[in-house]
């Protein structure tokens, strides 16, 4: 072979899994004031077209993403549950703000507590609307998500029998760089 | 299967007398209505309630269409803003509903309020006068048990249809009836699968949703 010709060797997973983590395409199920802050997250000044996202798809056919913005009344969360059972495997959820995550402010008779009564929900962001970059952030941790998963490999080569890959640490992304969280490394990052 | 809802009355408070309220706009003052109404309905026409100078008139509810077909062909009352519901809630009183009416082209304001039986929580409709009140009393509906007569179209309007319970009567508690409203499965019945091509193998997943069959609808 030509040594010219140039050529890299890598695993299907892993530009499967570059492929698929910067070109997730959200589905922007936008149910409150959430949704507002997500609009910011999606144009220009934040700009989530440099992570691929910026192709925000109202077909959950399309979509691969799934960002639950605001409020879920127990009405809509069967139309949720519904547009979530429409999209294709791989698909990821965010459950955006307070409200999704855990009920918020609205703790009444007509308001699931949580979106994760009834939704895989892969990262919560807190904040009552959360900020665009903390949007984003939970955005960089799907990425990484996908990043380190083996699907081809586990699904084809290897079978089943191939052991599961070891659950993600959380990390801390800035300061520390990439270790594992632990009390220390908070109390360097705080006092550094 | 409904539960059956426990509950204590409020005690009665009186409205206290304040100062007049400065605020109060010429727009509210229908005393002449008021007597309009009196010479038309003599029977139906109860306490009239000067709060915070704004004129409320009682009405008895079985007159409260007529009242509000006079209201609206002889008195210029055409645009009906609100209608809804208050849970009164104390021993002698439980419901009450209020109409808020204006009078565009003469600048006036008023409201009707009709009070209402616990054992027999019902008013006619007024949707044969203003068509507006279609969703308002359909709101009224849903959130308080209130039937209204003659009501072409009389669903919840935000529960669900089969929900047993109606959540703004205060004997409701606040989170609601555990079990009351159902949720989605939170994981899908049936195996699931690692096959990203499982359909083309043949292979259908169980829907955690009932939808009609592919092609159902088109035939």
Not at chain 1, 168 to 192: C, D, F, I, Q
Not at chain 2, 141 to 153: P, T, V
Request: proline share 9%.
């Amino acid at each position: 072979m030509d040594a010219n010709t140039g050529y890299l060797t890598t695993t299907v997973d892993t530009v499967v899994n570059w492929a698929r983590s910067n070109s997730l395409m959200p589905m922007p199920m936008g149910l409150a004031c959430c949704a507002i802050e997500m609009m910011a997250f999606a144009g220009p000044k934040y700009d989530v077209a440099r992570f691929g996202s910026e192709a925000m798809r109202f077909s959950p056919r399309q979509a691969d993403l799934m960002i639950v913005a605001g409020w879920c009344s127990y009405k809509m969360a069967h139309a949720i549950r519904r547009v979530w059972d429409q999209m294709a495997d791989p698909k990821w959820c965010i459950a955006m703000g307070a409200c999704a995550s855990s009920g918020g402010m609205h703790r009444c008779y007509g308001v699931v507590q949580g979106i994760d009564n009834f939704l895989p929900v892969d990262v919560y962001v807190p904040g009552c609307p959360p900020r665009p970059e903390a949007v984003i952030h939970a955005l960089m941790d799907i990425q990484e998500k996908i990043r380190n998963t083996y699907t081809i490999g586990q699904d084809y080569a290897r079978g089943p029998e191939r052991p599961a890959p070891e659950p993600m640490e959380p990390t801390v992304l800035s300061g520390a760089g990439t270790a594992v969280v632990t009390p220390e490394v908070l109390g360097a990052v705080a006092g550094g | 299967m409904a539960e059956t809802l426990q509950f204590r009355f409020t005690p009665v408070e009186e409205a206290r007398a304040g100062p007049p309220n400065m605020h109060a706009k010429a727009t509210t003052a229908v005393g002449d209505i008021v007597e309009m109404l009196r010479e038309a309905f003599p029977a139906a026409i109860g306490d009239v309630v000067c709060y915070a100078g704004e004129q409320t008139v009682y009405v008895d509810a079985a007159r409260i269409v007529d009242v509000c077909r006079f209201l609206k062909e002889e008195a210029g009352f055409t645009y009906l803003i609100d209608i809804g519901g208050v849970d009164r809630f104390t021993e002698t009183q439980r419901f009450e509903v209020y109409y808020n009416l204006v009078n565009v082209a003469g600048g006036k304001r008023m409201r009707l309020k009709v009070q209402l039986d616990e054992a027999r929580a019902s008013v006619p409709s007024v949707m044969s006068v203003f068509p507006a009140a279609n969703w308002n009393e359909r709101e009224c509906y849903d959130m308080l048990g209130i039937r209204f007569e003659g009501h072409e179209d009389l669903r919840r309007m935000y529960m669900p249809e089969d929900f047993a319970y109606h959540p703004l009567r205060k004997e409701f508690p606040l989170l609601g009836v555990p079990g009351s409203l159902p949720l989605p499965p939170q994981v899908p019945d049936g195996p699931l699968t690692m096959d990203p091509f499982a359909a083309a193998r043949g292979s259908r997943p169980v829907p955690s949703y009932e939808e009609p069959e592919a092609g159902e609808g088109l035939k």
